[in-house]
């Protein structure tokens, strides 16, 4: 069975902190990881990563895939109220079926 | 407007009620998918279709049915509510045949209560 762990479940930081979101998983048939943000209803897309160790950034979200320890990380530099949401991680387990497989989300408060 | 279309977005039935929550899309996407979301418990897949012809049991498919009555359309039935089926249900697309990504595309969401 596909799994996706994110850690922690929940952080509250203050304004202008620097946080680092975490996903593992396990998957028989590894195809792409995706994070998406949740603010009050729909999840959103922000990244997807197929290929270990390259950046992929927008503005002061940036993200990573390590595909051999099977983890990525979600940084958000300079936090601001606005990037409070519940941050999803999701796993693409490929074999042709393009099924998403979710973890249970980082929900994270940015206070002033 | 919305490219994916859910409707109803809130809806407070009885148990025993039958409940259908539907779905409809403007990006052409081949692939429609409903999910249902509870706290602490991230996002779950219950039906996905590849086209209209092709329907498939995700994770959690007991008490629940699908109809893809069109590319654009695909609708969730509750043929029975029940309380545990309380949750807050997202409708989703992804790019059919020639994509070569697994993004999904979700509306706003239907809040279900089941007294």
């Known amino acids: 069975e596909d799994k996706v762990v994110q850690s922690p479940l929940s952080l509250v930081v203050h304004e202008g902190d620097t946080v680092t979101l975490n996903c593992s998983y396990e998957?028989?048939?590894?195809?792409?990881l995706l994070w998406y943000k949740q603010e009050k209803k729909a999840p959103t897309f922000l990244f997807m990563l197929?290929?270990?160790?390259i950046e992929k950034k927008s503005g002061r979200l940036s993200s990573i895939l390590d595909k051999k320890e099977l983890f990525s990380i979600l940084n958000i530099t300079a936090t601001q109220t606005g990037d409070s949401a519940i941050y999803l991680c999701?796993?693409?387990?490929?074999?042709?079926?393009?099924?998403?497989?979710f973890g249970k989300g980082t929900k994270l408060s940015v206070i002033p | 407007d919305a490219d994916v279309t859910q409707t109803p977005r809130n809806r407070i039935t009885k148990t025993g009620k039958r409940i259908m929550l539907e779905c409809s899309q403007t990006?052409?996407?081949?692939?429609m998918y409903w999910y249902r979301q509870d706290p602490g418990l991230g996002l779950r897949l219950i039906y996905y279709?590849?086209?209209?012809?092709?329907?498939n049991k995700g994770e959690i498919s007991d008490g629940y049915s699908v109809s893809r009555q069109a590319q654009a359309k695909f609708s969730l039935s509750l043929e029975s509510a029940i309380p545990n089926q309380t949750a807050l249900y997202f409708c989703?697309?992804?790019?059919?045949?020639?994509?070569?990504?697994?993004?999904?595309?979700f509306g706003e969401g239907s809040r279900l209560t089941v007294l």
């Open positions: 989703a697309t992804s790019g059919g045949q020639g994509s070569n990504t697994g993004e999904l595309f």
């Open positions: 998957v028989t048939n590894f195809r792409s």
């Open positions: 197929t290929s270990s160790g």
């Open positions: 999701a796993v693409d387990s490929g074999a042709g079926s393009y099924q998403l497989t």
């Open positions: 990006k052409g996407h081949d692939r």
């Open positions: 279709s590849f086209d209209v012809k092709d329907i």
